[in-house]
């Protein structure tokens, strides 16, 4: 089945740590994202890639960075420069992104992370 | 720069009574607008899209939505509510001055009594 995996579905981390999510899409999609969920503000872009080996800072990339190395991997750091790192974490790819602005964003099932 | 609003974060409804769950855009330019519904702990699925073709929009789960440019409004109906469709619903739209990317609305959740 073609699909977008996030791992882990729930993380826990230290204060002062960094911690990486996965994000893997078997669609062959170009471009993926990254949105971070806190109750009652909607989804807000972290990072997007609309090519492999290229990314672009979204509305809210502070504290966060992430590598595009192969089409179909699209791991996020989050920092400990993240203040407020405690959030719901999407994942999402589309077939061309920019060059399509119709393109349907899919999403994964997310990372809930907790920061102790 | 383009924008949503949903009006009301909560809406509550019987079952088998109208849903009309509200989205305002601003956009300078056409826009591409978007519906997407979440369950509790899962990911966003598309429900529809207008993309400037048909102004009435059929989805999945018999839900649709109009779009109404004089009223800059894009709100979703379903004639009859199911246990099933409690969930978050998102409205979006498309960024185009910034590579196509999605702004989305803050949310509405939709409850359904029995």
């Known amino acids: 089945d073609g699909g977008i995996t996030q791992s882990p579905k729930y993380l826990f981390r230290k204060e002062g740590q960094n911690v990486t999510l996965s994000c893997e899409q078997n669609?062959?999609?170009?471009?993926m994202y990254w949105y971070r969920q806190d109750p009652g503000q909607g989804l807000r872009l972290i990072y997007y890639?609309?090519?492999?080996?290229?990314?672009q800072k979204g509305d809210i990339a502070e504290g966060y960075s992430v590598s595009r190395e192969k089409k179909e991997s699209f791991p996020l750091t989050v920092t400990s420069a993240q203040k407020n790192p405690t959030a719901f974490y999407l994942c999402?790819?589309?077939?061309?992104?920019?060059?399509?602005?119709?393109?349907?964003?899919?999403f994964g099932p997310g990372t809930r992370l907790t920061v102790l | 720069a383009q924008s949503v609003t949903q009006l009301g974060s909560h809406v509550s409804v019987s079952e088998g009574a109208l849903v009309l769950l509200r989205c305002n855009y601003s956009?300078?330019?056409?826009?591409?607008l978007f519906w997407y519904v979440q369950y509790p702990n899962q990911g966003l699925q598309l429900l529809l899209k207008?993309?400037?073709?048909?102004?009435l929009v059929k989805g999945i789960n018999g839900f649709e939505a109009e779009f109404k440019k004089s009223e800059t409004s894009f709100h979703l109906t379903k004639p009859s509510a199911h246990m099933s469709d409690a969930a978050e619903y998102f409205c979006?739209?498309?960024?185009?001055?910034?590579?196509?990317?999605?702004?989305f609305g803050k949310g509405t959740k939709l409850s359904v009594k029995p």
């Open positions: 999402a790819s589309s077939i061309e992104g920019a060059l399509l602005s119709t393109d349907t964003q899919y």
């Open positions: 669609l062959n999609h170009d471009a």
């Open positions: 890639s609309q090519i492999v080996n290229d990314f």
């Open positions: 956009s300078s330019v056409p826009p591409y």
């Open positions: 207008y993309t400037s073709a048909a102004t």
């Open positions: 979006a739209v498309s960024d185009r001055g910034s590579q196509g990317n999605l702004i």
